[in-house]
T-cell receptor, first 115, second 119 residues
């Protein structure tokens, strides 16, 4: 079955430290991978995506993500965390099946950046 | 400003009283979708629409209806709400997600959500 896993419900980091939010997936065929962020009382916002090409993709707000095909992972990273990065992060994958092209979502990881 | 607008932001209602949550986008997007977000369950798709007059069920369509009479609008209708429909609802839109072998990976644009409580 197609699935996306975010193994950590919560990640805590100190401001200025690097952060990683983990995502692994299980889909058939070539995956198309996305990260979204949800700030309190807001809808989700697109951060970045991997379609093909360079395994390291850069996105909004200084975030980047590394696609690792052998480990079926797409971890979100940032070299230096800000308090304002505190939010809920969702990983999603789209696969080539049917007409919906629906996204399969992870359950989200709550990131807390401590001053 | 490009945006997806949902109304209302908060809604408290009683069991069985029909309600509509509106969704409108100003980006000329073909694809629109409704999700509900529940603790521990993440985002689950309710209905989606590939274009005007084309709608289909998502993963949790029971108890919901939608319509797509115009490209910009995609209302979510609860004919007879029940307490298990208490949730946070999001509307989203994007350019066409692709058909056949082609996938268009345009990102989804989300509204700010509607928090619905059914008592």
């Amino acid at each position: 079955a197609q699935s996306v896993a975010q193994p950590e419900d919560q990640v805590n980091v100190a401001e200025g430290n690097p952060l990683t939010v983990k995502c692994t997936y299980s889909v058939s065929g070539n995956p198309y991978l996305f990260w979204y962020v949800q700030y309190p009382n807001r809808g989700l916002q697109f951060l970045l995506k991997y379609i093909t090409g360079d395994n390291l993709v850069k996105g909004s707000y200084g975030f980047e993500a590394e696609f690792n095909k052998s480990q079926t992972s797409f971890h979100l990273k940032k070299p230096s965390a800000l308090v304002s990065d505190s939010a809920l992060y969702f990983c999603a994958v789209r696969h080539n099946a049917g007409n919906n092209r629906k996204l399969i979502w992870g359950l989200g990881t709550s990131l807390a950046v401590n001053p | 400003e490009a945006q997806v607008t949902q109304n209302p932001r908060y809604l408290i209602t009683v069991t069985g009283k029909k309600l509509t949550v509106t969704c409108s986008q100003n980006m000329n997007h073909e694809y629109m979708s409704w999700y509900r977000q529940d603790p521990g369950l993440g985002l689950r798709q309710i209905y989606y629409s590939m274009n005007v007059e084309v709608t289909d069920k998502g993963d949790v369509p029971e108890g919901y209806k939608v319509s797509r009479k115009e490209k910009r609008n995609f209302p979510l209708i609860l004919e007879s709400p029940s307490p298990n429909q208490t949730s946070l609802y999001f509307c989203a839109s994007s350019l066409r997600p692709g058909t056949g072998a082609r996938i268009d990976n345009s990102p989804l644009h989300f509204g700010n959500g509607t928090r619905l409580t059914v008592t």
